[in-house]
């Protein structure tokens, strides 16, 4: 089985994907942009990897 990138036709914007998280929890999208920036994410070339299976 091999994976297939998606179409552009399922990537949305950083706008609809706010906006669809601040439907989802009933909140505005301002909120849920407030909320983002108070969360720090390193990026992904800082991150530890863990296996879980050890």
């Known amino acids: 089985m091999s994976r297939e990138a ?5 990537i949305i914007s950083d706008e ?5 998280l601040a439907e989802a929890e009933g909140r505005t ?3 849920i942009e407030r909320g ?3 969360i ?11 296996d879980v299976d050890e």
Do not use: H
Request: zero cysteines; aromatic letters at 0%; hydrophobic letters at 45%.
């Open 6 to 10: 998606p179409a552009d036709a399922d």
């Open 29 to 31: 999208p301002e909120e």
């Open 36 to 38: 983002t920036a108070e």
């Open 40 to 50: 720090e994410i390193a990026p992904p070339e800082e991150a530890i990897v863990v």
């Open 16 to 20: 609809e994907l706010t906006a669809l």
